[in-house]
């Protein structure tokens, strides 16, 4: 089993800054693909950020020069810092991983979701 655990969210005024981050603990041979989406009230989810176990990384158009995705490998963590922040970008930010993991006898991958942090931006 693996378990994703989010942390750093909070209350900000426009402009501000937070950064929020995701540690996946538990059964993990190497993790892929390390994201974040949010999820506003009435909306659907949506991605936010990638970044892939290599360094690539991958925005939303409405972040860019805004967000910046990191992770640490070693920790098995990913960051987003959230820079300039808008009252749109108010929701909740959920930590998404491919988590490469070992059964009996072979590897398997499969997708984890943390349990989300509310990120609200007053105006």
């Known amino acids: 089993q693996v378990q994703l655990v989010e942390s750093g969210g909070g209350l900000v005024q426009a402009g501000g800054s937070l950064r929020i981050s995701c540690a996946a603990s538990?059964?993990?041979?190497?993790?892929?693909?390390m994201g974040w989406y949010r999820q506003a009230p009435g909306k659907q989810r949506e991605l936010v950020a990638a970044?892939?176990?290599?360094?690539?990384?991958n925005y939303a158009d409405f972040v860019k020069g805004r967000f910046t995705i990191s992770r640490d490998n070693a920790k098995n963590t990913v960051y987003l810092q959230m820079n300039s922040l808008k009252p749109e970008d108010t929701a909740v930010y959920y930590c998404?991983?491919?988590?490469?993991?070992?059964?009996?006898?072979?590897?398997?991958?499969?997708?984890?979701w943390g349990q989300g942090t509310q990120v609200t931006v007053s105006s």
């Open positions: 538990g059964n993990i041979f190497s993790i892929n693909a």
């Open positions: 998404n991983a491919e988590v490469v993991f070992t059964t009996s006898s072979y590897l398997s991958t499969r997708d984890y």
């Open positions: 970044v892939t176990s290599g360094g690539s990384t």
